[in-house]
């Protein structure tokens, strides 16, 4: 029985110390313009573990971020740039230790994060049509996970008891492409469209993790899995969007847009998308759907109150009232009679918003 104060599965105090630097440097040269930006951080981690009257030293992190990039003037409406980056971030506090302890993590496990991405995009601006494209591939190595738990029967005592494996890191590899334009028909009407297609997986094989008690940290057993190929869940993988924009007179607008959204996965562990044989399995991809949304606003002054800006805004967001999902997650154990089949039985889900109107006054001061 606990009462009011009584503490429950973990107390302590978590300390962190840290400190950074920041530099940049931009050259502009004729139609070529260009920068170079270096920062720098140390992280010091401590924690006091009252539970366990155990106290860490500090153990300090380095970490830093390197980007550099360059755009070139073809001429008054077209532009192409690249951009280029290099990032080690020290993980959040909680992956430096086991569990609720005040033990650290061996140096193997808690290795920074790590981010390499490169970007190459095209721009065209006129009076009439102005369009952005870009390309991109991000590749980040390390990537905090939830630690594998699991139970555990003792060979020796026959006891049962939960263990669990600090994963070093996930790996995943984002590929895509992204499009987005105005065309101005007329000089009161805008047609505006999007595209976004990308390639986002998990791309990481562990073999022999090995797995701890969860009550003295002492070695149980070894674990693996292989998330290789597996698609990142929590995002639309593809999505595309139009929307066309009415300006009648000035300070009045309306608008109405569609988007569709595809290649949408559950959400998931990685480490626990793989079968008794050791082959990964894609996680649930949910249904497509697309949302309709209608805009209208008035911005306006009245005649005794110059200095006041006044604008209203009205809203219908999914005009049609679709019945869609919003997230899921994959295997979800906190759902009545789960299942781990990867599919919609074994997922939980939540339900996107129904037809919704807003409306809102904005004022503002010049």
């Known amino acids: 029985m606990k009462h009011v104060g009584d503490k429950v599965n973990y107390y302590y105090d978590g300390l962190v110390n840290w400190g950074g630097a920041f530099g940049l440097l931009e050259y502009k040269v004729g139609k070529i313009s260009s920068f170079v930006n270096l920062t720098t951080s140390v992280s010091g981690y401590k924690k006091i573990d009252y539970f366990g009257n155990k106290e860490s030293d500090w153990k300090y992190k380095p970490g830093f971020t390197f980007k550099t990039g360059a755009n070139y003037?073809?001429?008054?409406?077209?532009?192409?740039?690249?951009?280029?980056?290099?990032?080690?971030?020290?993980?959040?506090?909680?992956?430096?230790?086991?569990?609720?302890?005040?033990?650290?993590l061996p140096d193997s496990i808690s290795k920074n994060e790590k981010v390499k991405a490169v970007e190459l995009g095209?721009?065209?601006?006129?009076?009439?049509?102005?369009?952005?494209?870009?390309?991109?591939?991000?590749?980040?190595e390390n990537k905090p996970t939830n630690q594998v738990r699991g139970k555990y029967t003792d060979p020796v005592t026959g006891n049962e008891g939960y263990t669990y494996g600090d994963i070093p890191g996930m790996d995943a590899r984002h590929i895509g492409v992204e499009l987005d334009f105005i065309y101005k028909i007329t000089e009161k009407i805008d047609f505006q469209g999007l595209i976004s297609i990308g390639d986002w997986?998990?791309?990481?094989?562990?073999?022999?993790?090995?797995?701890?008690?969860?009550?003295?940290?002492?070695?149980?057993?070894?674990?693996?899995?292989?998330?290789?190929?597996?698609h990142v869940g929590d995002a639309a993988q593809t999505q595309y969007g139009a929307s066309l924009r009415y300006e009648p007179v000035k300070g009045l607008y309306f608008e109405g847009g569609a988007t569709f959204f595809d290649r949408y996965y559950a959400d998931f562990n990685p480490e626990e998308c793989t079968d008794e044989s050791g082959n990964p399995i894609e996680s649930w991809r949910m249904p497509s759907y697309g949302l309709i949304d209608f805009h209208a606003g008035?911005?306006?002054?009245?005649?005794?109150?110059?200095?006041?800006?006044?604008?209203?805004?009205?809203?219908?967001?999914?005009?049609?009232?679709?019945?869609?999902?919003?997230?899921?997650?994959?295997?979800?154990?906190?759902?009545?009679?789960?299942?781990?089949?990867?599919?919609?039985?074994?997922?939980?889900?939540?339900?996107?918003?129904?037809?919704?109107?807003t409306a809102s006054l904005k004022i503002t001061f010049n």
Do not use: C, E
């Open 122 to 140: 095209y721009s065209y601006t006129s009076k009439q049509f102005t369009a952005n494209l870009n390309t991109y591939l991000t590749v980040w």
């Open 201 to 230: 997986i998990w791309n990481k094989k562990i073999d022999n993790l090995q797995m701890f008690f969860s009550d003295n940290n002492q070695p149980a057993n070894s674990f693996s899995f292989d998330a290789t190929g597996i």
């Open 298 to 357: 008035y911005r306006f002054k009245i005649q005794p109150l110059q200095k006041l800006n006044f604008t209203i805004r009205l809203n219908m967001l999914n005009a049609l009232d679709t019945m869609y999902i919003s997230d899921a997650k994959n295997n979800d154990t906190y759902i009545q009679n789960p299942f781990s089949s990867f599919d919609a039985r074994s997922a939980s889900v939540f339900m996107g918003a129904g037809r919704q109107l």
């Open 73 to 104: 003037n073809i001429n008054k409406h077209s532009n192409v740039f690249v951009n280029m980056g290099y990032l080690s971030k020290t993980k959040d506090y909680k992956y430096y230790f086991y569990g609720f302890t005040a033990n650290f």
